[in-house]
């Protein structure tokens, strides 16, 4: 178990490179997760996903009714059309804060740590959470939203 530096800056190239689907989740995958959990424990975050720790899989581990859990290939399959808006912060922007409007609702698909197909409806911080992300897997990060 490791604690990761995170990798911090709108601009820094490393956040905006897209991350690549697992074929398999590996045990590399696995000791990934397990360090991402240590390292956004450490950090007092909600999520965290691969490129926060310089890592181009496309891994991430949100908070989810209260629990970390570990997202292998996420994909959100369906959107809500109602969206709002809240503030986001992100541990990669320090001391920034930033309204994003997002759906209120999701489908997210992902392979979990043994490797078998999830899915998953969320609503509210969790489909938020999961959608900041999943986000940071596209390389797009909160300043990238407009402000209103
Ligand atoms: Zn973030």
Not at 2 to 13: E, W
Not at 63 to 71: F, M, R, S
Request: hydrophobic content about 45%; aromatic content about 2%; charged content about 25%.
């Amino acid at each position: 178990m490791a604690i990761l530096p995170i990798v911090i800056g709108p601009d820094n190239p490393i956040l905006r490179k897209k991350t690549k689907r697992m074929a398999t989740v590996t045990k590399a995958v696995k000791q990934l997760v397990k360090d991402m959990v240590e390292t956004m424990h450490e950090a007092n975050g909600v999520g965290l996903a691969a490129p926060q720790v310089a890592r181009t899989e496309r891994v991430c581990i949100a908070v989810i009714g209260g629990k970390i859990v570990p997202l292998i290939n996420p994909t959100i399959t369906s959107r809500s059309k109602e969206t709002d808006i809240d503030q986001e912060g992100c541990l990669s922007l320090p001391n920034v804060w930033l309204n994003v409007v997002r759906p209120v609702g999701i489908t997210l698909t992902f392979l979990d740590l043994k490797g078998k197909r999830q899915e998953r409806k969320l609503v509210g911080f969790d489909a938020r959470v999961v959608q900041h992300e999943v986000d940071h897997l596209e390389g797009v990060l909160i300043v990238d939203y407009p402000q209103m």
